[in-house]
């Protein structure tokens, strides 16, 4: 099994930043890949980017690249993902996922965090 924790989440104007964090614990060794999904009201959770343990390889949401960047600590066992220039439409919860890659597929999913953009 492996535990995700996210951390970071909270309210932020329009315009700022955060860096949303997920520590990773448990069997860690049995995954590759660590993902970032977000789920707004009413909508589908979506991908929003993704990276290797290993090499660092990150993939990301076509329409964030730019914005947020993931990367990772090793020693740490954590991921990050820092978000800039957020909007209002980044309202989400925000999930942690591990998994095979950055194209999953994703078998260990955290409890997520609330992101809120104001205007």
């Known amino acids: 099994q492996v535990q995700l924790v996210e951390s970071g989440g909270g309210l932020v104007q329009a315009g700022g930043s955060l860096r949303l964090s997920c520590a990773a614990s448990?069997?860690?060794?049995?995954?590759?890949?660590m993902g970032w999904f977000r789920q707004a009201p009413e909508k589908e959770r979506e991908f929003v980017a993704a990276?290797?343990?290993?090499?660092?390889?990150?993939r990301y949401a076509d329409s964030l690249k730019g914005r947020f960047t993931i990367s990772r600590d090793n020693a740490k066992n954590t991921v990050y993902l820092q978000m800039n220039s957020l909007k209002p439409e980044d309202t989400a919860v925000y999930y942690c996922?591990?998994?095979?890659?950055?194209?999953?597929?994703?078998?260990?999913w955290g409890q997520g965090t609330q992101v809120t953009v104001s205007n």
């Open positions: 448990g069997r860690t060794l049995s995954t590759s890949g």
């Open positions: 996922a591990a998994g095979r890659s950055v194209w999953g597929p994703y078998t260990y």
């Open positions: 990276i290797m343990w290993s090499s660092g390889g990150t």
